[in-house]
């Protein structure tokens, strides 16, 4: 099955210091990837969508300047967290959709987990 | 805007006994519907879906889920459970006359199954 590569899996930071977080699809090409995240004991929200070679679509209330994606290739996506906050403390979970693929699922990394200290 | 929705926090159930998780959506026209896993600290693992055909949906580890369109549900089940099963699990719509292609995710049904 398809392979989503997601790094680093725990962080830690100071606040103020930007963090970058790297999403690979490692057997197929992925056009599109969507970055999510999850509180404890809570759903995931959906933060952007990814297209590789423009422009990131983020969802209400996501600061793009602040969550800077950058899709450079059809295999990754990169999420960098600039100028942290102890509130952007989470877990940070990419997903990727095969291109081409009509069905629908998305394949899931492993997730990151960032703590701002 | 399509949405699921997961009515029950944590499901509880015995080894061996059969589970259901349960799952509701919100779409207007036919949905596409998925259900995903979660272990502590991890990814989402991808379980089944539906698009369309046979109503009754056959995924990994033996789980199967039934789409009910009069009901809008799509619960998830097992017929057996085994405590390796516990972890929290997703239902998922995406609306495929939306343009886009991200899922919606409900919030989550932690599944405990004990020895």
Known sequence: GAVVSQHPSRVICKSGTSVKIECRSLDFQATT??????????????????NEGSKATYEQGVEKDKFLINHASLTLSTLTVTSAHPEDSSFYICSARVAGGRTGELFFGEGSRLTVL | AQSVAQPED????AEGNPLTVKCTYSVSG???????VQYPNRGLQFLLKYITGDNLVKGSYGFEAEFNKSQTSFHLKKPSAL???SALYFCAVRDPQGSGYALNFGKGTSLLVTP
């Open chain 1, 33 to 50: 990837m969507f970055w999510y995240r999850q509180f404890p004991k809570q759903s995931l929200m959906l933060m952007a969508t990814s």
């Open chain 2, 83 to 85: 405590v390796s099963d």
């Open chain 2, 30 to 36: 036919n949905p596409y519907l998925f259900w995903y």
């Open chain 2, 10 to 13: 944590q499901v509880n159930v």
